[in-house]
T-cell receptor
Framework: DQQVKQNSPSLSVQEGRISILNCDYTNSMFDYFLWYKKYPAEGPTFLISISSIKDKNEDGRFTVFLNKSAKHLSLHIVPSQPGDSAVYFCAATDGGATNKLIFGTGTLLAVQP | GAVVSQHPSWVICKSGTSVKIECRSLDFQATTMFWYRQFPKQSLMLMATSNEGSKATYEQGVEKDKFLINHASLTLSTLTVTSAHPEDSSFYIC???????????FGPGTRLTVT
């Protein structure tokens, strides 16, 4: 049962344009969401997060939007840069005793110069 | 800040031997550490959660006798793959949280190849 889904395995955008990465979840108990960036053979790097009490969080070129009714979140990268090319994972947690994260399957973003 | 290291970064071992992977939080104390496994082009699969001084909590389907986890201090957790087999070959990643935080900080990962 995949509780966090990223339906687009890959995305290609031109440098300078907007990249939009999508994530859907099924567990209504999730109350905190995170986006991680990962290069091959490296550990994920934290990018940005959002609490379920908000619908938007912005940090520089990165903005995360949360639509709780649709159980959907998205990561916007503007403007996209070639260095943004990586696999992006969304993750969710319901807090609980361990704060464990449930990861999506990832989206490979390729930013073309 | 919030740097997590792993050692070794890659290891090749023969089938039947055991391999130990270390995970260290370098600049913070980690009350909780997590161990993940990632197969090529797949998501990170949580294997177990460990808290300092207590037994690890394993996810369903993960053999606790095969994947031994020890969280001996607030800055060190180890994963030992016992009697390794080729199907254990994978990318193992640890993460740590500095207290009651949702944000996990990941190590660079360890590539294990069992021949």
């Amino acid at each position: 049962d995949q509780q966090v889904k990223q339906n687009s395995p890959s995305l290609s955008v031109q440098e300078g344009r907007i990249s939009i990465l999508n994530c859907d979840y099924t567990n209504s108990m999730f109350d905190y969401f995170l986006w991680y960036k990962k290069y091959p053979a490296e550990g994920p790097t934290f990018l940005i997060s959002i609490s379920s009490i908000k619908d938007k969080n912005e940090d520089g070129r990165f903005t995360v939007f949360l639509n709780k009714s649709a159980k959907h979140l998205s990561l916007h990268i503007v403007p996209s840069q070639p260095g943004d090319s990586a696999v992006y994972f969304c993750a969710a947690t319901d807090g609980g005793a361990t704060n464990k994260l449930i990861f999506g399957t990832g989206t490979l973003l390729a930013v073309q110069p | 800040g919030a740097v997590v290291s792993q050692h070794p970064s890659w290891v090749i071992c023969k089938s039947g031997t055991s391999v130990k992977i270390e995970c260290r939080s370098l600049d913070f104390q980690a009350t909780t550490m997590f161990w993940y496994r990632q197969f090529p082009k797949q998501s990170l699969m949580l294997m177990a959660t460990s808290n300092e001084g207590s037994k690890a909590t394993y996810e369903q389907g993960v053999e606790k006798d095969k994947f031994l986890i020890n969280h001996a201090s607030l800055t060190l957790s180890t994963l030992t793959v016992t009697s390794a087999h080729p199907e254990d070959s994978s990318f193992y990643i640890c993460s740590a949280t500095p207290g009651p935080s949702y944000e996990q900080y990941f190590g660079p990962g360890t590539r294990l190849t069992v021949t």
